[in-house]
């Protein structure tokens, strides 16, 4: 291997009792790409951020060229030459200014004087922008430009630092092709210069056009390194999904009648249909990576997305919801991801979060009868075994595992015909993660289940049935019986051509 | 600590109360009381309406030229229109409703941030209630712009709701206003701690995003929380037409600053650290006696804004920095 630019030894990082990163190990060797994958959750974006300034490490020893880096900010990281090019485009550019001050930004916000020489600052950022390949007026405001564009004129900024190494996350994440091209050009030319790089992305073609090496990441380690001529993508895949090593034995119930339908459904207007039966009493876990199309599915039955074609049908009817209200009153409810955002109702009580979307049911004439609500609680409570004082603690006091539980209940309180799960285990512990899951197992009867998960080992511990998801359609679906997992990776990785698939 | 949180404010309040009492020979006296709760009545009903909009996480500036609107157009439509005291309060009420629904639909169809929004709405108004009358305030007998000279009255039972005040103990202690806010104040309580409607509000001040993946209509309730807003503005303004017998133009000037900051007052008592009903009717209470207290100290009016100024400050300390859950508004 080449001289290491970067050494990580020891890395942890923990949030309160969240252990985030558990000891990273890593070089990154100069004049190199190497490519990091990992699950929602395994603890990349926490590995950026250590290293470029926004949280410190709790230990471990970060080496940059053989100096200690341990930068306090962002700012300092970047004067020490690890600059970050972040996954949202527009926070590394300021779309009110033009080109230029966005490219000499940081020379501006932590530069000496108080008068700006235009003319100067002009002619600096030409030249930055020429270096990369960036054909656009200096003078234009950046919101003028395309994503490409912008994108272009972040990495341009960063590259004012003359970088040692250089982060780029989930860069082509929203570049058409012919954009990304233009983007790999671009790193194709830092590396010859010997710039370091670490290229965070689950796109095969990404990471097989570009990367040197594959790191996979899994539960705060690095789980795998892959390098040499040919890279091993499939075994990256399996090494940040892991092994599923289950104890849970499940047994496998004959499904009932189908609840939803789904006829030849596309998702995007280019992506392939495909027809899919959720059935009374099963449990299906659908997997794949980021971008598979996994959540898309969810917003469709959901209500929150239209599909580009083909039709639902929910016990016979027709079923093409406008909204979230209306699924919700058809029985198709959903537990979103990232509950923090998306769920939690800080400053509530656990009785208010539960009931939430069922106020109706637990008021007359608008006036909220309590006891209502208190029964459902303590049931939910008992069900699900959420570890409280009191039924009246705010949500905010609880663990992640039984606030999780928590939003779990909202949605099992009341009967469904579909239960959409999306990344229930998300931030859970691992008893958390068997009282939900064996809870969605036992209550499953009487409505259809869907259960989306990234990691494969969640999959086979809570399905009957396992559906892989990439470009926008089902690449295999697998009964969770003998289950023959490295094909299942190799379908959620994108290899093995999709089988002609009707479900059901 | 955890107590002075909670009862730091009330505790505040007494001491206020004891201190002016021990300094002014009249403070403690009936009279004084009544114009304590003159005061309060209409600061306190503009900040129900403020909190309302506080409670979906939304901010309504336009409140205090709505209620010097419907000053202007109940006395317009006695005066000018000649027209009885129920259509004069049922304009107004109408004209705040509609104020109301434009301002919420500016901020949820139109995505104009609420501070603009409401802040357009309030110069929007100040200008258009000045219109009919060139900026002159009305009264009987003024002249208008086409020569006309005004006949109409103010209806006796118009001024009643102003002027009247009920016995409790003591002859003439309760100002009409003052039953008014405490009928409102305890409807809106209701509305927000009991229905489900209020609920639903609070859980979108918190959380947007998930209230609404919960099957909530959150447009919809926040057009109703600006609609309240304007509904109670224009309230106000009635009793304060209603108190001064004439479309002053030069009224409420202080309605916005005082109401506000009883609203935000109300996050510090009892530790509630979040929009309340309850709360805003105490710091309303509060703002009352100390402008009451210093006015009779002969306080001249500045030092009045100043302390009032301080007192927000502190109240705001009390809420957002020492409680746990500062973040949680």
């Not at chain 2, 209470?285 to 100024?309: R, S």
Request: contains cysteine.
């Amino acid at each position: 291997m080449r001289e290491a630019a970067v050494k990580i030894q020891g890395l942890t990082k923990a949030f309160g009792a969240n252990n985030v990163l558990r000891g990273i190990d890593l070089d990154l060797p100069k004049g190199q790409v190497t490519a990091l994958m990992g699950a929602n959750g395994a603890g990349k974006s926490t590995l950026v951020k250590v290293l470029c300034g926004v949280h410190p490490a709790n230990s471990g020893d970060v080496r940059l060229y053989g100096e200690p880096f341990k930068p306090g900010s962002p700012s300092e990281a970047i004067k020490a030459g690890v600059v970050t090019v972040h996954q949202s485009i527009n926070d590394g550019v300021v779309p009110d200014l033009d080109v230029a001050s966005n490219l000499m930004l940081d020379e501006l916000a932590g530069g000496d004087g108080f008068f700006m020489n235009k003319r100067a600052i002009r002619a600096k950022a030409r030249k930055l922008a020429e270096a990369i390949g960036l054909d656009v007026d200096v003078q234009r405001e950046v919101s003028e430009l395309g994503l490409a564009d912008r994108q272009l004129v972040a990495i341009a900024r960063a590259m004012a630092h003359e970088p040692k190494l250089l982060i780029l996350d989930e860069p082509t994440s929203s570049l058409s092709a012919k954009e990304a091209a233009r983007l790999f050009e671009l790193i194709d030319r830092l590396r010859a210069q010997g710039v370091a790089i670490l290229y965070i992305s689950h796109r095969s073609s990404d990471i097989k056009r570009i990367a040197d090496r594959i790191v996979s990441m899994r539960d705060g380690k690095i789980s795998g390194v892959f390098e040499g001529e040919t890279l091993d993508y499939e075994g990256a895949v399996k090494a940040m999904l892991g092994r599923a090593m289950s104890e849970i034995n499940l047994d496998i119930p004959t499904a009932g009648e189908a609840i939803l339908r789904l006829e030849g459904l596309a998702l995007r207007a280019d992506s392939k249909p495909f027809s899919l039966d959720l059935r009374d009493g099963e449990v299906v876990a659908i997997t794949g990576l980021v971008g598979s199309g996994k959540s898309e599915l969810a917003d469709v039955l959901y209500g929150q997305a239209r599909p580009a074609g083909g039709t639902m049908r929910l016990k016979g009817a027709p079923y093409a919801p406008r909204n979230q209200a209306v699924a919700i009153r058809a029985g198709v409810f959903r537990t979103p991801k990232d509950r923090a955002s998306n769920a939690v109702i800080q400053g509530f009580d656990i009785t208010k979060n539960i009931t939430l979307p069922f106020m109706g049911r637990h008021s007359s004439a608008g006036f909220i009868n309590r006891r209502s609500e208190r029964d459902t609680t303590q049931r939910m409570v008992e069900e699900l075994g959420i570890i409280c004082q009191h039924q009246s603690d705010d949500i905010g006091s609880l663990s992640g595992g039984n606030q999780q539980k928590v939003m779990v209940g909202r949605w099992m309180a009341e009967a469904s015909n579909l239960l959409v799960l999306d990344e229930p285990f998300q931030g859970v512990d691992i008893q958390a993660r068997r009282d939900i899951g064996a809870k969605i197992r036992e209550t499953a009867k009487g409505r259809a289940t869907v259960v989306m998960v990234a990691e494969m080992d969640e999959a086979v511990e809570i399905a009957d049935r396992i559906i892989v998801m990439g470009d926008h359609t089902i690449k295999g679906e697998h009964r969770n019986e003998n289950i023959d997992l490295d094909k299942v990776l190799a379908q959620v990785a994108g290899a093995g051509e999709s089988e002609q698939i009707h479900a059901g | 600590m955890e107590l002075a949180i909670k009862y730091g404010f009330l505790a505040l309040m007494a001491g206020m109360l004891i201190f002016f009492s021990l300094a002014t020979e009249f403070f403690a006296t009936p009279r004084s009381a009544v114009f304590i709760f003159q005061s309060v009545s209409i600061t306190g009903i503009l900040a129900l309406g403020v909190t309302a909009t506080l409670v979906v996480d939304g901010f309504d500036l336009s409140i205090g030229s709505t209620a010097t609107s419907a000053l202007m157009l109940s006395s317009y439509v006695m005066v000018v229109w000649e027209m009885s005291a129920v259509w004069a309060v049922l304009f107004c009420l109408v004209m705040g409703a509609l104020v109301g629904l434009v301002n919420g639909l500016l901020i949820v169809k139109m995505k104009v941030p609420d501070l603009l929004a409401t802040l357009g709405m309030m110069f929007l108004l100040i200008g258009l209630q000045r219109i009919p009358t060139e900026g002159r305030s009305i009264s009987t007998g003024m002249v208008m712009p086409d020569g006309r000279v005004t006949e109409g009255v103010f209806a006796p039972e118009f001024l009643y709701l102003g002027r009247h005040k009920f016995d409790f103990f003591i002859e003439n202690l309760i100002p009409v206003s003052v039953v008014v806010l405490l009928v409102l104040g305890f409807i809106v309580w209701a509305f927000m701690e009991l229905t489900r409607h209020g609920r639903l509000m609070y859980a979108i001040g918190s959380n947007e995003r998930a209230a609404e993946l919960a099957g909530t209509n959150v447009n919809r309730y926040k057009v109703l929380a600006y609609m309240i807003s304007g509904v109670l503005a224009s309230v106000g303004g009635i009793l304060l037409a209603a108190r001064l017998g004439r479309g002053d133009i030069a009224s409420g000037n202080n309605l916005l600053l005082d109401s506000v900051a009883a609203a935000l007052i109300g996050f510090a008592v009892l530790g509630a650290a979040k929009p309340n009903v309850f709360g805003t009717i105490i710091g309303a209470l509060f703002i009352g006696i100390l402008l009451q207290g210093l006015t009779m100290m002969n306080a001249p009016y500045y030092t009045q804004d100043f302390v009032k100024g301080a007192v927000l400050v502190v109240a705001l300390v009390f809420t957002f920095a020492l409680s746990k859950r500062g973040g949680a508004h």
